[in-house]
């Protein structure tokens, strides 16, 4: 009842007519860029009847560095880098994305070792992402309290990239042909003894406080309430996705890497809305604890980088690589021209699809539910603006 | 010299800055209790570099806030901007005229205190609409909009839960209400009145605007609201308010329910120092303010007056009844 | 659930998707290529392309438009369609033209609208029927360039020009 009243109330105020017989008036209010919940630097332009939302604008652009156009300037192994500052909660995604492409323009075998290490720091990524993400919705909904203890983890976290990659946030670690360095040898029990504490943590911490809270409930059921159809209309993936119950993962669906070798179930909820991504997302880590042990225990030895040569020239065509990060596919498009310098790289990044997401769900809503539906889509800046 | 200090007009003059007096430090003891409360709630050590252990922490506030600029607005309406820090504060200052501290330590014991509470607090709520209006911000506005609409709103059952324990007492004034529950904690008005209790603690959070109920200020979505413009001394002026709008339910909430001055057992009576008593079941009662504030995320405006208007006041009404009913039978 | 996502062997429906999409348009070019289906057609037909790919064929996802500037008003544009489980679908079209206008796809797949409005800004490519074609990324006032052009060079100085 409460929808179809918000959707009376829009209706009422879209048309110019009504407004203007009933003396109506819209207030209008901007949102950003500079708005201490924004996710990064997103300007919302909403028009409000009250506190309900009649219509959303998302303006972007605000941290668009034209990494396409960097990338274009720069020869091939130079650009890895620059994929870090892409979406800097998935940076190795990123980079596994563009290696993937320019690995599949040269046509070159990476060594297993190098594979596994690849998964194993992609799926590392993915808990330091996402639990992350749950600090952030609930902080969006005014519990400051649990961001930090996401925090935690997503240090620790980076505590063991650190270790691994010597950064610990912009990493330049998954190279073309296979990773920088090995793991060095202390680290694989070093992960194995984290990811058995935060199977501990991960239910007292996170689930028993938060799932079971009243009022979080009552903010996050049925809002941000989609149908599958839309979800795949607007060409969402990821856990946007996938919480309206359309079960679509790359990592199963368009396998790269070692992902066919490994066991993990694709996590659905049919619900649609806020409360259900958080719940895909809560669950996606204990996949990817599944999946970060079975690496650690398949892992082969061996070298970790393939020869390439000093310098890398691809032959004329075109590479594709495709990855599910953290917020959905992320997919890199390099096309060669013969010369050690890429002609176009092209990616498609999550954050920024998904966000079209805003334009079509959010009017109806109150004002306060945007934040729980920038939550559900998790965008990051550095992600849809490129 | 002394003899004239007794005086009517001077003695509540002096009583009355030294209330202020005593607010002021309140707040400012509070933000440090705050931080440290949530600190050790998310995993920090909060503030612990000025004096020791953080205890100068205050101090060093309020000197930044004193030295900080008082940004004019061009647009604002500029007496009611400045106006509205005022008409928050006073008001919970006021309050504190009427709550007995310890037996006769009282400033004006009126006989109307708890009708004294409820009027001045209803105050509050101007402050935050000239606020509101005042900046001129389209935040500002919606937060002063939301912040009317909700202290109006927790009026009703804050007032309502308020009659059970003016029934049984058949006494407005607050010093009535303490006396009769002398003798032992099992006479204080909790036990009978608990659905009460917890109602009027509910519908204080709401009055103080704090979270679950601070949507008036709602900083993911309206950043802060009614106080976006402020800055400087205006800002913390209104920050103190809202601290000592706190210590004002708190305090209230221990007179009227958990026995005031009243010691828990006969035997521990301290006699003059009855006021440690107030005292420690106030901060307890300050200390759960502050748990709630750290663990539980916000509301949403119409979740907020659903629980207002459809189960707080029913309930209270109900709990009225059968109040009177017990009373009637017994 | 209404959504259908496609079934059977991986070969099979890549078999289906060629003689779909090679059956009902005059394509230059069409062919299997690994588990890609490879298409390219005329500027003209490519809304009509995606249309049967996703009416009559079932393909629900558009992944991503990827423009290329081949120079001398020579660009080229890739749409890449997924099915969802293992399917890939490319559709290739060439425009020659200084002042590049293709049909938009938003009607069929209403993802496209912020794809098409990204070659909008970087390329000048213009989207006729799309419901909303404004700049997403740079400045929407004062800033009349198309940064991923091959004839742009970077500079700040251009950046910030017609800004004061």
């Known amino acids: 009842m409460l929808e179809e009243k918000r959707k009376t109330v829009t209706e009422r105020l879209a048309s110019p007519d009504i407004r203007d017989e009933f003396g109506l008036e819209t207030m209008d209010m901007n949102m950003g860029p500079q708005h201490p919940a924004m996710h990064g630097l997103l300007r919302l332009i909403l028009e409000l009847d009250g506190e309900t939302i009649v219509r959303c604008d998302p303006i972007m652009g605000y941290l668009h560095r034209c990494q396409e156009k960097i990338a274009e300037n720069r020869m091939y192994p130079a650009v890895i880098p620059l994929t870090d500052r892409l979406d800097y909660f998935a940076n190795m995604h990123n980079e596994h994305g563009y290696c993937l492409a320019v690995e599949d323009l040269l046509d070159v075998e990476i060594p297993p070792r190098a ?92 689930i028993d406080l938060i799932e079971g809270n009243e009022i979080f409930i009552s903010r996050t059921r049925g809002v941000g309430k989609m149908t599958p159809e839309q979800a795949v209309e607007l060409g969402l993936t990821g856990p946007p996705l996938r919480c309206t119950g359309v079960d679509f993962d790359v990592r199963r669906d368009y396998p790269y890497s070692v992902y066919p070798e490994l066991e993990f179930d694709v996590i659905t909820d049919d619900a649609g809305d806020v409360e259900a991504s958080y719940r895909v997302r809560i669950r996606e880590v204990w996949q990817s604890i599944r999946i970060i042990k079975q690496c650690l225990e398949k892992m082969p030895e061996g070298e970790v980088m393939a020869d390439l040569g000093r310098r890398l020239r691809p032959p004329e065509g075109e590479g594709f690589g495709r990855v599910e990060g953290p917020r959905g596919e992320f997919a890199v498009h390099v096309v060669s021209d013969g010369s050690d310098v890429p002609y176009r790289v092209h990616y498609r990044d999550p954050s920024f699809v998904n966000m079209q997401l805003l334009q079509e769900i959010v009017p109806g809503h109150y004002l306060p539910d945007i934040m729980p539906i920038m939550g559900l889509i998790d965008p990051v800046s550095g992600g849809w603006d490129k | 010299m002394l003899e004239v200090l007794n005086q009517e007009p001077f003695r509540f003059l002096l009583t009355f800055g030294a209330l202020i007096f005593l607010v002021l430090n309140l707040a400012a003891v509070l933000t440090l ?14 503030p612990n570099r000025v004096g020791p252990r953080g205890l100068l922490q205050p101090a060093a506030d309020v000197i930044k806030l004193f030295t900080k600029e008082n940004i004019p607005l061009n647009r604002a309406d500029r007496w009611v901007f400045l106006l509205a820090p005022a008409f928050m504060f006073l008001p919970a200052v006021a309050v504190w005229l009427v709550i007995p501290f310890s037996q006769n330590a009282v400033v004006a014991d009126l006989n109307i205190g708890v009708l004294f509470f409820v009027a001045i607090t209803s105050i509050g709520a101007l402050g935050v609409i000239m606020a ?38 058949g006494s407005l004034a607050l010093s009535d209400v303490v006396n009769a529950q002398g003798g032992g904690f099992w006479n204080w008005y909790i036990w009978p009145q608990l659905p009460m209790f917890l109602i009027f603690f509910i519908s204080g959070i709401a009055e103080v605007k704090r979270i679950p109920f601070d949507l008036p200020e709602g900083e993911s979505e309206i950043v802060g609201g009614f106080m976006i413009e402020y800055s400087g001394m205006t800002w913390a002026l209104i920050q ?77 009404l109900i709990w009225i009844f059968v109040t009177a009913l017990w009373m009637l039978i017994f | 659930m209404a959504i259908s996502l496609p079934e059977g062997s991986l070969e099979e429906r890549l078999r289906r998707y060629l003689e779909g999409l090679s059956g009902s348009h005059g394509l230059e070019e069409a062919g299997i290529e690994g588990n890609v ?27 991503f438009i990827t423009v290329v500037d081949r120079g001398d008003g020579d660009f080229e544009l890739t749409y890449e369609l997924l099915d969802l489980r293992g399917g890939r679908v490319r559709v290739r079209t060439n425009l020659r033209s200084e002042e590049p206008v293709i049909g938009t796809v938003t009607h069929i797949y209403p993802t496209a609208n912020w794809h098409e409005r990204e070659a909008y800004d970087m390329f000048g490519v213009a989207f006729a029927g799309h419901p909303d074609l404004r700049r997403v990324y740079m400045w929407q006032d004062h800033f009349d360039h198309h940064p991923l052009l091959k004839s742009f060079e970077i500079s700040t100085k251009r950046t910030f020009e017609g800004l004061r």
């Open chain 2, 33 to 46: 209790a705050e931080r440290k409360v949530s600190a050790y709630i998310q995993l920090r050590y909060g």
């Open chain 2, 132 to 169: 509101g209006y005042g900046s001129r911000s389209s935040y500002s506005l919606l937060g002063a909009l939301r912040g009317a609409a909700q202290m109006i709103s927790y009026e009703v059952p804050l007032i309502l839960s308020l009659l059970g324990v003016v029934m049984l007492t």
């Open chain 1, 115 to 206: 594979e596994y290490i690849r998964v194993l720091m992609c799926e590392l990524m993915r808990i330091a992402s996402h639990i992350p993400s749950i600090g952030f919705l609930l902080l969006e909904l005014g519990a400051f309290t649990p961001i930090l203890y996401a925090f935690r983890e997503r240090e620790r976290i980076q505590d063991i990239f650190e270790a691994v990659t010597g950064a610990r946030m912009m990493f330049h670690y998954i190279r073309i042909g296979g990773v920088k360095a090995d793991l060095p040898p202390e680290i694989p029990e070093k992960i194995w003894n984290y990811i058995e504490g935060l199977e501990r943590r991960i239910q007292p911490d996170f």
């Open chain 2, 240 to 316: 103190a308010s809202e601290f000592a709008m706190m210590a004002v339910v708190s305090a209230v909430t221990a007179t009227l329910f958990l026995g005031g001055w009243q010691p828990p057992l006969p035997f521990l009576d301290l006699g003059a120092f009855n006021w440690l008593w107030f005292a420690i079941k106030t901060t307890l009662l300050l200390f759960v303010f502050q748990w709630i504030r750290w663990s539980i995320p916000r509301f949403r405006m119409d979740q907020l007056m659903d629980l207002g208007w459809k189960v707080l006041i029913p309930l209270t």
């Open chain 3, 37 to 63: 289906v490879r298409v390219v057609a005329r500027p003209e037909d490519v809304p009509a392309v995606l249309a049967t790919a996703r009416e009559r064929l079932g393909i629900l996802h558009l992944s």
